[in-house]
């Protein structure tokens, strides 16, 4: 199946830091990739969808200033945790699509702890 | 998106077949059914899709009825490695860009 990269693997910040979370489609070209956040034994959250070269779509609840997404090029998504707070401490996830599949696969995630 | 509904836990020992039922009552024609793994601090891994009958890979099979309405995920044999987390989701077909949305999942714990 395709690959789906992230970096970086884990991440401890101070409370009011930023922090950028990179999403990479390895051996594909994605137009499209989504970003998830999963709690302690909780199941995955989609947060917004990320579309090249156009605003990403957020889902309800979720605030577009403080989780910024950038999809610059086909193979790279972003997501900015801005002026981070202990509850946004999560492991966060992104996925794409491989076009000729049509299967959705899942990056090894991101571990977010902010002190 | 079609709701799915499977058991929230089960257990097994080494060697078993697993098999994990989802419901989907409200399945529409252009969906299909997705599996997948997930093990802990790990992103979610692509197990097995369908849409009707039966389907099988080299990892499970995947078994779904005339009406659509559920479908059985089997595990042959099962290990200790196999201990994850497995959803279940409904997909539009045209849809590996349509965003999923997960349920709880069913918590298998394989035994030695």
């Known amino acids: 199946g395709a690959v789906v990269s992230q970096h970086p693997s884990r991440v401890i910040c101070k409370s009011g830091t930023s922090v950028k979370i990179e999403c990479r489609s390895l051996?594909?070209?994605?137009?499209?990739m989504f970003w998830y956040r999963q709690f302690p034994k909780q199941s995955l959250m989609l947060m917004a969808t990320s579309n090249e070269g156009s605003k990403a779509t957020y889902e309800q609840g979720v605030e577009k200033d403080k989780f910024l997404i950038n999809h610059a090029s086909l193979t790279l998504s972003t997501l900015t945790v801005t002026s981070a707070h202990p509850e946004d401490s999560s492991f966060y996830i992104c996925?794409?699509?491989?076009?000729?599949?049509?299967?959705?696969?899942f990056g090894p995630g991101t571990r977010l702890l902010v002190l | 998106l079609a709701k799915t509904t499977q058991p929230i836990s089960m257990d097994s020992y080494e060697g078993q077949e697993v098999n994990i039922t989802c419901s989907h009552n409200n399945i529409a024609t252009n969906d299909y059914i997705t599996w997948y793994q997930q093990f802990p601090s790990q992103g979610p891994r692509f197990i097995i899709q369908?849409?009707?009958t039966k389907v099988t890979n080299e990892v499970a099979s995947l078994f779904i009825p005339a009406d659509r309405k559920s479908s059985t995920l089997s595990l042959p044999r099962v290990s200790l490695s196999d201990t994850a987390v497995y959803y279940c989701l409904v997909v539009p077909i045209s849809g590996g860009y349509n965003k999923l949305i997960f349920g709880a999942g069913t918590r298998l714990a394989v035994h030695p």
């Open positions: 996925s794409s699509v491989a076009p000729s599949e049509e299967t959705q696969y």
């Open positions: 369908g849409y009707k």
């Open positions: 051996d594909f070209q994605a137009t499209t």
